[in-house]
């Protein structure tokens, strides 16, 4: 239906355009390691063809044997604090937004937005397990000391300190 809206002569302005931006490449600083750039590079791919980039196609761009993430989760944010990439996480994946051209990979299919990032909610605003059982403590402390007088305790029935 698009194609029909416009002429034929724009159809190929259209086309050739679109392959120009996905041929393109961003420059990127000078000094980064190879694999940085080949991160960036598989992000840059991903982003101009509109595809979701997964944690497992990352790493093998990287070229490392860590299967946890950590690397691959230290080079991305490596990448933002160069101003190449920006980042928008959700609680199963992520969507990378090249800086330079704008484009955005797919984002994941869970679209669920991660927890550290909710509005209003922070792990600070739940009652830390110190502070449960310090009132714990409170409120089951017994003075079991014996009275001066009758050297009987207060919580067993003494008459001149009751407690």
Same mark, same amino acid.
């Given at each position: 239906m698009f194609m029909m809206a416009i002429g034929d002569g724009q159809v190929g302005a259209v086309k050739r355009e679109r392959k120009r931006r996905a041929l393109?490449?961003?420059?990127?600083?000078?000094?980064?390691?190879d694999n940085h750039v080949a991160a960036f590079r598989c992000i840059e791919a991903a982003a101009n063809a509109g595809l979701?980039?997964? *944690?497992?196609?990352l790493t093998a761009a990287i070229g490392t044997d860590n299967v946890g993430g950590?690397?691959?989760?230290?080079?991305? *944010?490596?990448?933002?604090?160069l101003g190449l990439i920006d980042t928008i996480r959700?609680?199963?994946? *992520?969507?990378?937004?090249?800086?330079a051209t704008g484009a955005k990979t797919a984002p994941p299919r869970c679209m669920k937005p991660h927890w550290r990032t909710v509005p209003?909610?922070?792990?600070?605003?739940?009652?830390?397990?110190?502070?449960?059982?310090?009132?714990?403590?409170?409120?089951m402390y017994v003075d *079991?000391?014996?009275?001066?007088?009758?050297?009987?305790?207060?919580d067993v029935g003494c008459r001149h300190n009751p407690r």
């Open positions: 393109s490449l961003v420059p990127v600083p000078d000094g980064m390691r979701y980039v997964s *944690r497992d196609e950590s690397t691959q989760a230290w080079v991305c *944010r490596l990448l933002e604090r959700y609680q199963r994946g *992520r969507q990378f937004i090249v800086l209003g909610r922070s792990p600070a605003s739940a009652p830390s397990i110190t502070t449960y059982r310090e009132a714990r403590k409170v409120a *079991r000391t014996p009275c001066a007088w009758c050297g009987t305790r207060g």
